[in-house]
């Protein structure tokens, strides 16, 4: 058996299943309906949503004391079941918009700024 394969297998399916637990148990954010935060996270006051023509924008931050790579391994694995193309590690498509998710982990409790734009 090739050891470090079936560990990165092993390690890829505990972050799905904490993945899949945080899905369930988690909440959605205020202003984007259909985003939901992993287990852990809690959304801040102060997001904000702007409609135009165009499209919308939106902004908002969640904070807890999760580690940046569960808050991205989260994101992998939900994001595309909800029809959101992965761009980068920060960053999905969906119709015409982008959402960028920029993490802050040099402090804690560790920082989410979710923001979309028109593309």
Same mark, same amino acid.
Request: net charge negative.
């Given at each position: 058996?090739?050891?470090?394969?079936?560990?990165?297998? !092993?390690?890829?399916?505990?972050?799905?299943?904490?993945?899949?637990?945080?899905?369930?148990?988690?909440?959605?954010?205020?202003?984007?309906?259909?985003?939901?935060?992993?287990?852990?996270?809690?959304? /801040?006051?102060?997001?904000?949503?702007?409609?135009?023509?165009?499209? *919308? %924008? !939106?902004?908002? !931050?969640?904070?807890?004391?999760?580690?940046?790579?569960?808050? *991205?391994?989260?994101?992998?694995?939900?994001?595309? /079941?909800?029809?959101?193309? *992965?761009?980068?590690?920060?960053?999905?498509?969906?119709?015409?918009?982008?959402?960028? %998710?920029? %993490?802050?982990?040099?402090? *804690?409790?560790?920082?989410?700024?979710?923001? !979309?734009?028109? /593309?």
């Amino acid at each position: 058996m090739n050891c470090p394969r079936f560990l990165s297998v !092993v390690g890829l399916g505990a972050l799905l299943l904490a993945a899949g637990a945080a899905l369930a148990a988690g909440e959605f954010l205020a202003e984007l309906e259909d985003l939901s935060l992993p287990a852990g996270l809690t959304e /801040q006051p102060g997001g904000m949503l702007f409609e135009s023509p165009t499209g *919308r %924008i !939106v902004e908002a !931050v969640a904070t807890g004391n999760l580690g940046a790579a569960e808050v *991205r391994a989260f994101y992998a694995a939900t994001l595309p /079941q909800l029809g959101w193309e *992965r761009l980068d590690d920060a960053a999905f498509r969906r119709d015409k918009e982008v959402l960028h %998710i920029d %993490i802050e982990d040099k402090k *804690r409790p560790l920082s989410v700024h979710f923001s !979309v734009v028109p /593309q």
